[in-house]
């Protein structure tokens, strides 16, 4: 199993960014699928995540109304559409995979980094 992330960069604050996270060898429909981030200096922490059914996804306060997560079942991708971004979004973004049927996260992507400029 494989998760691919994709899409950080540097960008000024008020800026957008959108992240890819592409999977493989995974059955994709089986699992929920999330972004973490972390900075440096600070633990992971949860971002967004979303079901199969894409019926409710999940935020963090910190990024409600201004981040949407989406998943395309067809092509085993899920993505991060990141607005107004603030200087305290830098960190390193990533993607993960859990079983609906279990707790926690069962694979993780390499991370992409967001920075995040004033």
């Known amino acids: 199993v494989q998760l691919q992330a994709s899409g950080g960069g540097l960008v000024q604050a008020g800026g957008s960014l959108r992240l890819s996270c592409a999977a493989s060898?995974?059955?994709?429909?089986?699992?929920?699928m999330a972004w973490f981030r972390q900075a440096p200096g600070k633990e992971r922490e949860f971002v967004a995540g979303?079901?199969?059914?894409?019926?409710?996804?999940r935020y963090a306060d910190s990024v409600k109304d201004r981040f949407a997560i989406s998943r395309d079942n067809a092509h085993n991708t899920v993505y991060l559409q990141m607005n107004n971004l603030k200087p305290e979004d830098t960190a390193v973004y990533y993607c993960?995979?859990?079983?609906?049927?279990?707790?926690?996260?069962?694979?993780w992507g390499q991370g992409t980094q967001v920075t995040v400029s004033s």
């Open positions: 979303i079901s199969w059914s894409d019926s409710s996804p």
């Open positions: 993960a995979a859990g079983h609906l049927f279990r707790q926690g996260y069962d694979y």
């Open positions: 060898a995974l059955t994709f429909s089986g699992y929920r």
